[in-house]
């Protein structure tokens, strides 16, 4: 059984600059413990004879030649727009930066 003890628990909380209560660092600690027995008991049953993966399912890339097909004009695209500017689609200002 893999533990964090409560003062183990302060220090990482120390480390990361959080502030904790008693009562937060002693539940946390004990939540610590239940994750790492979890942990642990994976780490069992992944034995030397189970083939190591990344994705539980084999995967390929599936890849396509591009094609340039016909697009919209600067016109067309602009055409539904609410407000544009020198062929551009004009949006509000935001975090009050300089125009």
Do not use: C, K, W, Y
């Amino acid at each position: 059984m893999s533990s964090l003890s409560r003062d183990d628990v302060a220090n990482l909380a120390r480390l990361a600059r959080i502030e904790m209560s008693e009562e937060e660092l002693v539940s946390l600690a004990n939540e610590f413990t239940v994750i790492l027995d979890a942990v642990a008991r994976v780490q069992e049953v992944a034995g030397a004879d189970v083939e190591l993966t990344s994705h539980p399912l084999a995967l390929r890339n599936v890849f396509r030649p591009d094609v340039v097909v016909p697009s919209l004009t600067p016109d067309e695209a602009l055409s539904g727009a609410p407000a544009q500017e020198e062929s551009r689609f004009r949006v509000p200002q935001i975090l009050g930066e300089e125009a």
